[in-house]
């Protein structure tokens, strides 16, 4: 009887001390750090609560005042957070990486991608063509400037509010050709992915956490960025297309 009394005791205690750490991030790394969440929940008793958004509605959210305990975004912008003191100095934690990719909706023909003056000519003759309004729209944009193709293709170009999915716009049939981040369109459904960006046009985004400067629970937050960065979640990031740090 003790022993029983004194089991309950204890999991009522670890009831009591654990704690909700709230996140925002973007659906790039949904997959993932879902993924993720759930051993570190298990783990530490903890429970993690997810708010999803483009990388540009996130920077704008959390500059505009918005509170998480852990934010998750394209480096750049979480560099940006912490000039302007919205995220703890130092508190940077590089996770992942990801390339950007083409994808077209399912069943259509498989377009060739897989060379530089390829990929040009598809781009050429397709219908209509979605790039997203984030870090990968804006280099794709990039691209295509590069290219000489800007002008020709500009009335194709379909670019959705930040945090839109380029895959679902593709499994609708409202764009025939679709760039966005590996992680989102290599495991989305109603699509068929091509393929990564030539090496030679490809860019990556590393995404990374920071410890919010007003975070309720900064030290469950610290610990849930230690788990995205830990060598056991390697396999998770990978599966989901993108690379570890």
């Not at 009831?15 to 973007?26: H, K, Q, Y």
């Not at 003191?85 to 259509?108: E, H, N």
Request: glycine share 8%.
């Amino acid at each position: 009887m003790r022993n029983a009394i004194a089991l309950v005791s204890c999991l009522v205690a670890g009831l009591a001390s654990a704690v909700d750490v709230r996140v925002l991030a973007p659906n790039a790394v949904k997959e993932s750090i879902t993924t993720i969440a759930g051993r570190y929940e298990l783990a530490s008793g903890n429970l993690v609560i997810f708010s999803w958004a483009g990388t540009e509605s996130i920077t704008k959210r959390v500059s505009e005042g918005e509170v998480f305990d852990v934010v998750v975004n394209a480096a750049q912008n979480i560099d940006s957070l912490v000039a302007e003191g919205r995220l703890v100095t130092g508190s940077r934690t590089d996770f992942a990486k990801s390339a950007i990719g083409v994808a077209v909706q399912a069943g259509l023909p498989r377009p060739d991608v897989a060379t530089v003056d390829a990929l040009r000519q598809t781009v050429l003759k397709a219908n209509s063509i979605a790039i997203s309004s984030g870090t990968s729209g804006r280099h794709v944009a990039d691209v295509f400037q590069r290219l000489g193709i800007a002008n020709q293709i500009a009335n194709k170009i379909k670019q959705p509010p930040s945090g839109s999915q380029i895959a679902e716009l593709l499994a609708r049939g409202e764009a025939e050709l679709g760039f966005q981040q590996v992680s989102e369109l290599l495991h989305a459904s109603g699509v068929d992915f091509l393929g990564s960006l030539p090496t030679e046009i490809q860019s990556y985004t590393i995404y990374s956490a920071g410890l919010h400067a007003s975070a309720s629970e900064p030290e469950a937050a610290r610990d849930f960025m230690k788990t995205l960065a830990s060598p056991a979640s390697v396999e998770e990031i990978k599966k989901t297309g993108m690379e570890s740090m």
